[in-house]
């Protein structure tokens, strides 16, 4: 039986794209392999409200989790997700925003100790693999890195990493030629690809490992770099491409 958290499947469609912007405007982010999931953000301040709202607009089911009830009120009259009053790592406050069905979980509030701790909570205690935590102090990235939480920061930026984060396939081109060919963009990497040679990465894609961010620094492939946990993959792929391989990073790969 279906949980008042998750909605039947769009009939005929598999892979669908998610237009991140309001309905009718034909704004869009990139592609998604999944027609409608739930999320839970923690925090509904500029940053959560404005990614509480995208996300919804793209049609997905969205919970916010604030502990002051009046924060709602930045979600507009047109927000049609569920609000949670209460602390955002508290795991029945988590339950009730249906943390055990979410596929992915943000934790934007304004603090980094309760980000961080309710990113851990999601993924360490309810098994949520897309997690992603804002932090305002640059100097605890990298011990947060070596937790493997992807962490990110200030507001509109923030609202647009945290959904190349926690959608499957919503990465953003970083770099663009200019002819407009060829892009570099962070591509998210399913678990599967930890342990694996980006050698084979490049093989099973046909891109290129531009640089790869580890514990919060760059560090450009070699023939023996594996992709470790918690890293962020920057690949270099034709525009056109960028949909296809986007879709093989987010499969376990192929062993031939």
Not at 99 to 118: E, M, Q, R
Not at 199 to 228: F, I
Request: proline share 6%.
């Amino acid at each position: 039986m279906m949980s008042r958290f998750q909605r039947e499947p769009v009939p005929g469609t598999q892979d669908t794209v998610c237009a991140l912007g309001p309905r009718g405007q034909g704004a869009t982010i990139g592609w998604c392999s999944v027609a409608i999931v739930h999320f839970v953000i923690m925090g509904c301040g500029r940053v959560g409200s404005m990614l509480a709202r995208t996300l919804g607009h793209a049609g997905h089911d969205v919970a916010v989790i604030d502990m002051d009830p009046s924060s709602f009120r930045r979600l507009g009259t047109s927000f049609e997700g569920e609000t949670v009053t209460g602390v955002g790592f508290d795991r029945d406050t988590l339950v009730a925003a249906g943390i055990k069905d979410t596929y992915a979980f943000a934790a934007v509030s304004s603090g980094d100790n309760s980000n961080i701790l309710a990113a851990r909570v999601a993924r360490e205690t309810f098994g949520v693999e897309h997690v992603a935590a804002r932090i305002y102090d640059p100097r605890r990235a990298a011990v947060y890195q070596r937790l493997g939480i992807p962490t990110v920061a200030t507001v509109r930026w923030t609202a647009d990493q945290m959904i190349q984060r926690l959608l499957p396939q919503g990465s953003v081109p970083e770099l663009t030629d200019p002819s407009g060919k060829v892009v570099i963009a962070e591509v998210p990497m399913a678990q599967a690809w930890i342990g694996q040679p980006v050698t084979l990465l490049e093989e099973q894609t046909g891109s290129r490992v531009a640089y790869v961010t580890r514990l919060g620094e760059g560090m450009l492939p070699h023939p023996e770099m594996v992709v470790q946990y918690g890293d962020l993959v920057h690949l270099a792929v034709l525009r056109d491409e960028l949909p296809r391989v986007e879709r093989l990073c987010d499969q376990p790969p192929s062993h031939t």
